[in-house]
């Protein structure tokens, strides 16, 4: 099989950058069609020479500059050997692509990112909830819609992903979706394992997160007082429908069970505990850990309601709750009707439990922790550092003993 082969390098003379040079290229002739690559050298137009492709003069830079040209042309001409032994068609973007590596099998950012959430998919209930699942195909959703924006393609070679990437990811996350900050690092965090993968499976040689650190802002917290509490308590509604969401929130401001673990709330999940009342005995469904609650009576007196006027639940669920999305729509109407201006929704009943009902009232930190199923007492603290009333009440008692 016989081929016409030639290399050039030359200048391109119309990219010139601020001290007026300009980057060379390699043509690779093959059959009379020809490919470019960068060599990633750049030289000013007025010291290169035409005729030798090369650089003029006999200087040290000249000398250096040549002898990489050389190296270039002995390697793109040692593939030009090899893909010939092997008697197949090819074209000068072969030699090419040989060259620049790109013949090696790309991994491709999102086809990285779908593999992992289908393995998540998967592992949902075993060792991920399905609210992990979703912020994984959210996380992705929002690569893919930036790589289209930013870049103009429908995904990109894992190995293309850099600093540069992820600070404009985190600024598309921020001005474009309209997220909050630790919305966005949350999200980031995400792309993170994915890329942590890559570099797991040397897919990549540099790990493009190592100097980005995920620094979350400490938010402040809504939750309900006791006078607001006592308003929805007091507060007869006008349907059934507002009146068992109104039930269910109120639930969860005295157990501190986020939506999830009320949702799958069985009879099972009701024992008597070491003093002789009834506990909640749950592991929470976002981190699995165990999470054990003594039942308050406002708390019992909901499900024993539920227990006499309820129509049998499937899977043996203890209270009849909606989806988060109606639960919240019919809160923020609760709100308005019970004259509360807070956002309403159903994890605020979560921050109530562990300020107003138990903090507020002397519980410990460290049992407040145990029954909210915190992994870490830091978790927890967040709610400690919102509580002035709980400060100011401290330090009249101290004030006090020294008067």
Known sequence: ???????????????????????????????????????????????????????????????????????????????????????????????????????????????????????????????????????????????????????????????????????????????????????????????????????????????????????????????????????????????DRLDQVKDIFLFACFTGLAYADVKKLSSDNIVIGIDGNKWIKINRSKTDSPSNIPLLPTAIQIIKKYSFERKPLKNDQLLPILTNQKMNAYLKEIADLCEIEKNLTFHLARHTFATTVTLLNGVPIESVSKMLGHKNLKTTQHYAKILDQKVSEDMNALRSRYQ
Not at 28 to 56: A, D, F, Q
Not at 115 to 144: C, I, P
Request: proline share 3%; charged share 30%.
């Open 1 to 239: 099989m016989y081929e016409t082969y030639s290399t050039l390098f030359y200048p391109k003379g119309s990219n010139k950058d601020k001290s007026g040079k300009v980057p060379v290229y390699l043509r690779i002739t093959v059959n009379g069609k020809h490919s470019e690559v960068s060599i990633k050298r750049k030289i000013l137009p007025e010291k290169w020479n035409s005729v030798t492709g090369s650089m003029r003069g006999k200087s040290t830079e000249a000398g250096n500059f040549n002898r990489y040209l050389n190296s270039i042309r002995s390697r793109v001409d040692k593939i030009y050997e090899d893909v010939t032994k092997k008697q197949v068609p090819f074209t000068s973007e072969t030699i090419r692509n040989i060259y620049s590596g790109r013949d090696q099998k790309e991994n491709l950012l999102l086809k990285i990112f779908q593999s992992h959430n289908d393995q998540v998919d998967r592992l949902v209930g075993r060792d991920f909830a399905a609210g992990t699942a979703e912020r994984y195909k959210t996380a992705k959703k929002h690569v893919e819609e930036y790589i289209e924006k930013e870049y103009k393609v429908k995904d990109l070679p894992v190995r293309d992903v850099n600093n540069q990437f992820i600070t404009g990811f985190e600024y598309y996350l921020k001005i474009e979706r309209n997220c909050s900050h630790n919305t966005a690092v949350k999200y980031i965090t995400n792309f993170k394992k994915i890329i942590r993968i890559a570099f797991a499976n040397n897919w990549i040689q540099i790990d493009p997160f190592l100097h980005w650190k995920a620094k979350l802002k400490i938010v402040d917290r809504e939750f309900l007082t006791e006078g607001e509490i006592q308003k929805l308590i007091e507060k007869e509604l006008h349907t």
